[in-house]
């Protein structure tokens, strides 16, 4: 009995201890993975300024959405941070009949995020004739036909340099299993660094390493985009040390934050540019003198140094910025003159005959509207509106400034009902100076009517000759300089500012693009 009772006392005790011990050691796991991962965990925290509406590729991705595309989704084609084309899913392309027919051979052993390869089916898939980029961009596009599992045929209808428009990540190659059976939209598929987690509505997206990734495994854990639309709330949060990144940083802060220890600001000019566009189809801006007065009138270093405290470049009427192809870096542009632009108008027959310092012709003073949006840009250009109303003032004319959501623009602009339009961008994307278009005859933007400049950008855009193009390409910023369908104020700097932890981030030209490559975090 007593041994008995001794036996069974020490296998209580014995089965104690080993309990106990696994307990401690359940606690020795739990600090381990719990407050000691917490610790290394390699979690980086993005300030953007839009929440994403839309992840399919039936619609354009617009706002910030594609800083957040481009972790998930990736293109046949990408850039480097200088704008060089480089392979993407792609690894080579040609034509075989001067850019009207273009074979891709994709990149294999690449998987999407659902674990189904990619292939050339994923790439009919993309840019089948559901997809925005078909409807909107790549009209010419007569079909897209697998010719095995990793060639991919591009069919046009007319020549295109083609290898130029697929490296936007607003039309990426998305995974066939985003959709369902039915063929609704589920979840984002793709294949790039980092695969859809989470999305709180406005508030934050949450996504996670591909840790089966073809290319270099991104070293962070985890990229969590705050949706903060306001830009001062942005940078205050980065400031305390609740975001480790912010994009697209007001001007007027980046010399604050430049002083500021720990925090770096990172700039590089960008393929975007401010410009002021005119409705050609109306009187007064149907006449080129009086385009020609207004670019004679603004002050462009004035707005760069004294608006935008010394961000960005001035544009003195240059089309598009200096880091895209075929910038002409000998084209006369546009400095203030203000006795120049004063003359021009005479000759247009608009005088000041009753001294209000307002010219007028035919009895009616030259009053403009000038429309200017609510959206993202609001910050910069509604303080350049108000110089170019005084710029504009001193040679005579009066501008009223309107400050409308995109709504209310895009009603006015379809009647027709303004002066001129401050906007930026616009068939920006690369290096590629597809930006023209906006001004040919048949775009839903313009507001230009030339024949002669409808032929010149149809020609530049149907040859893949680069000497041919660079000529086209000269003539038509000649041509824009000459005959003002929009007067170009400021080519744009891309800034990003980081917090102290942030290591290895590397700004690039292309935007909107966000490139994490490299990037991680060094706590203290």
């Known amino acids: 009995m007593n041994q008995n009772f001794k036996f069974t006392l020490l296998t209580c005790i014995l089965l104690a201890i080993i309990g106990a011990s696994a307990c401690i050691g359940e606690e020795k796991d739990g600090t381990a993975k719990g407050a000691g991962s917490r610790e290394n965990l390699q979690e980086l925290v993005v300030g953007i300024s839009s929440d994403i509406s839309n992840w399919y590729l039936d619609k354009f991705a617009d706002g910030d959405a594609r800083f957040v595309w481009a972790q998930v989704y990736e293109t046949l084609v990408r850039l480097d941070s200088d704008l060089n084309i480089t392979p993407g899913l792609a690894e080579s392309w040609e034509t075989p009949d001067n850019g009207t027919t273009w074979i891709f051979h ?74 369902d059976k039915e063929g609704n939209f589920v979840k984002p598929v793709g294949t790039g660094p ?18 089966a990734y073809w290319g270099n495994k991104s070293l962070l854990d985890k990229i969590i985009f705050k949706v903060i639309p306001d830009a001062s709330t942005r940078v205050m949060a980065l400031e305390n040390g609740e975001l480790d990144m912010i994009i697209k940083v007001p001007e007027y802060d980046v010399k604050r934050l430049e002083a500021e220890d720990g925090i770096q600001v990172h700039r590089k000019l960008t393929t975007f540019t401010d410009f002021l566009q005119f409705n050609c189809d109306k009187n007064p801006f149907n006449d080129t003198k009086i385009r020609q007065s207004v670019a004679y009138a603004i002050d462009t270093e004035a707005l760069v140094n004294e608006v935008l ?32 632009a004063k003359a021009l108008l005479k000759e247009a027959g608009w005088n000041d005959s009753d001294g209000d310092r307002i010219v007028e012709k035919d009895g ?26 005084e710029n504009l003032r001193e040679i005579g004319m009066d501008v009223e400034i309107q400050v409308l959501d995109e709504g209310a623009i895009n009603k006015l602009e379809s009647t027709g009902d303004f002066g001129m339009i401050l906007r930026t961008g616009y068939f920006v994307w690369g290096p590629y100076p597809k930006h023209f278009f906006v001004h040919h005859s048949m775009s839903p933007y313009s507001h230009y009517h030339n024949e002669t400049y409808d032929q010149l950008v149809n020609a530049a855009d149907t040859t893949v000759d680069t000497q041919k193009q660079e000529e086209l390409y000269h003539s038509l910023q000649t041509f824009v300089i000459e005959e003002v369908p929009a007067f170009y104020l400021v080519h744009e700097e891309k800034v990003v500012a980081t917090g102290p932890s942030v290591k290895g981030y590397v700004i690039s030209s292309e935007d909107p693009w966000l490139n994490l490559s490299g990037v991680y975090l060094e706590k203290e």
Request: overall charge positive.
């Open 309 to 340: 405290d010394g961000i960005g470049e001035p544009a003195g009427g240059r089309p598009y910025s200096p880091v895209m192809m075929y910038s002409d870096p000998n084209l006369k542009t546009y400095t203030q003159d203000l006795d120049k």
């Open 194 to 211: 980092f695969k859809f987690g989470t999305q709180t509505k406005d508030q934050e997206i949450v996504l996670t390493r591909n840790d």
């Open 106 to 179: 994709l990149r294999k052993n690449v998987t999407f995020h659902d674990g189904t390869p990619f292939n050339a089916d994923s790439v009919v898939f993309s840019y089948s004739e559901k997809a925005y980029v078909r409807q909107a961009v790549l009209k010419p596009i007569k079909s897209v036909e697998a010719f095995d599992p990793y060639t991919v045929k591009f069919v046009l209808a007319k020549p295109m340099p083609l290898p130029f428009y697929l490296t936007h990540v607003a039309w990426p190659v998305m995974g066939p299993g985003c959709l």
């Open 364 to 389: 009616s003073p030259l009053n403009i509207t000038l429309l200017v949006s609510k959206g993202v840009w609001a910050a910069r250009h509604t303080p350049m509106a108000q110089v170019v109303q």
